[in-house]
């Protein structure tokens, strides 16, 4: 392989920007470290194309190796040769592009190729992705006939058996690849000219993150401060038209050309002031009643539902923290529930959540619309507790609502009302830096992670992680409201 071979992901990484795709090839130590998150969304895309293999039962699996390549199209010819009529992972190469096909059937007029995605429905971009592969495997004198796009069905639940004829979705896609195949064509020989050549001269544009994050954003945003007209909340079009225009900072972003919001924001950080309606403080503080109850949950979406009555994506809580107030100056009580490895958590969860909140009680929560939806799927999965989880989501209360009515601005929030950017600059002393796990993501990964450890110093030291991660949501939850009142009395 000469140092210009493409493959199908470098063939879309230059569709999104050639830029990217020179520096991958050129330099790639200039790449940001890829993040856990990134790790979990190639794993579990690994996951659902093995599954989407059992749509097409019997085929057998070319093996990767990244060191020849050569060899890797050779195991498919024999395959071919030898009769196979279903090869998972067939491997082509023709005009100096390499591309493995997810699943590869003999179909009644010819070869049939089916990309698999973990996405719930079609993309723009899926159809360039299998365009590519058409491409080489019509180069190839594969005699190719149609192609398909397979994707996930997020109504679908399930019950007992995961079903992949259910699961997965099958959109025939060949008109629309055919119809690219000249774009194609000449997408393929842009770049190659590009990468013979220097670094394009590419700036920064809505394209760094669209369709997909690029690894070089450290790279190429380099000369943008932590702190610049992209930290502007609202039209995502505005902070690029004042790039393009040599207005970086905040302090030079035109005042009349913003929003309210942003215009708020960015006076506040120019002052490094805040600013507050107490009276709208007062007036939601007003909406609080005692008992007071402070609730946070800890959730994982797995692309493949695991449990009986759960879909694709669903919002599965795995564990719960809750803060408790029972009346005016009376101790800070809590409690708390996470599920051990290797259950279905939602139950045992239920059970111990109605137990622990009484009837009626104020229950807040910091974008309750989440623990709104939590709530509800429980409902769903157990009608049993229906009424006692009612009655929480009747009494739920969204704390994040003086922060997103901006009721109270504090310039560090940055345009955000999120609860790991307002605790830290209300609350000084309760941080997430100091913990090993610091948001929601990484605490999906850890709970997912649990789930496959056999060593039980790891299990309890990811145990504790997590414990101490959602204690601090509904702490620092508690030690808001306390501000607030503070704030409302001054």
């Not at 990811?462 to 030690?479: F, K, P, Q, S």
Request: aromatic residues 12%; proline residues 6%; charged residues 25%.
């Amino acid at each position: 392989m000469n140092d210009f071979y493409l493959s199908k992901s470098l063939f879309m990484r230059g569709m999104q920007c050639h830029k990217s795709l020179y520096l991958h090839k050129h330099h790639p130590e200039q790449k940001d470290k890829i993040p856990p998150s990134r790790e979990a969304l190639f794993e579990s895309g690994h996951e659902v194309g093995l599954l989407a293999q059992k749509l097409f039962p019997g085929g057998i699996t070319i093996p990767y190796d990244p060191d020849n390549y050569d060899r890797l199209v050779a195991l498919t010819e024999k395959a071919i040769d030898e009769g196979q009529r279903t090869i998972y992972e067939a491997t082509f190469s023709f005009d100096g592009v390499f591309v493995r096909v997810d699943i590869l059937t003999r179909g009644k007029r010819g070869w049939e190729l089916y990309e698999v995605k973990s996405a719930t429905g079609m993309k723009d971009m899926y159809q360039s992705d299998v365009a590519v592969q058409y491409y080489v495997l019509k180069g190839a004198q594969l005699p190719v006939s149609r192609a398909f796009l397979i994707y996930i069905n997020n109504q679908y639940i399930r019950e007992g058996e995961i079903e992949p004829q259910k699961l997965f979705t099958v959109m025939d896609v060949t008109v629309d690849v055919e119809s690219l195949q000249d774009a194609v064509r000449e997408e393929l020989k842009k770049q190659k000219e590009m990468l013979d050549r220097t670094m394009p001269a590419i700036d920064i544009g809505p394209y760094c993150y669209d369709p997909y994050d690029c690894d070089f954003i450290g790279y190429c945003w380099k000369h943008i401060p932590e702190v610049s007209v992209f930290s502007l909340k609202g039209n995502k079009k505005i902070p690029f038209e004042f790039y393009k225009q040599g207005i970086i900072t905040l302090d030079d972003a035109p005042l009349d050309r913003l929003s309210g919001n942003q215009r708020l924001q960015v006076e506040a950080f120019r002052a490094k002031k805040n600013s507050m309606d107490r009276q709208a403080i007062q007036g939601f503080l007003d909406t609080l009643h005692y008992p007071l109850y402070f609730l946070d949950f800890e959730t994982f979406s797995p692309a493949i539902p695991p449990f009986d009555g759960t879909r694709p994506y669903q919002d599965i809580p795995y564990q719960y923290s809750l803060h408790a107030i029972e009346s005016e100056g009376a101790p800070l009580k809590h409690s708390e529930y996470l599920a051990p490895p290797g259950i279905d958590p939602r139950r045992r969860l239920a059970e111990k959540l109605i137990g622990d909140i009484p009837s009626n009680a104020c229950v807040l929560a910091y974008v309750a619309s989440f623990e709104k939806g939590v709530l509800m799927n429980l409902a769903g999965w157990f009608p049993e507790y229906r009424p006692r989880i009612e009655n929480i989501i009747d009494n739920l209360v969204d704390l994040a609502l003086p922060f997103q009515k901006r009721y109270l601005y504090h310039w560090q929030f940055n345009g955000s009302y999120s609860l790991k950017i307002v605790l830290p600059a209300l609350v000084p002393d309760l941080t997430y830096q100091g913990l090993e796990i610091k948001d929601g993501d990484m605490a999906m990964q850890a709970y997912t992670k649990m789930q496959t450890s056999h060593d039980p110093a790891e299990i309890e030291r990811i145990r504790n992680a997590l414990l101490e991660y959602c204690c601090l949501d509904t702490l620092g939850m508690v030690r808001i409201v306390e501000k607030l009142k503070e704030m409302a009395g001054k």
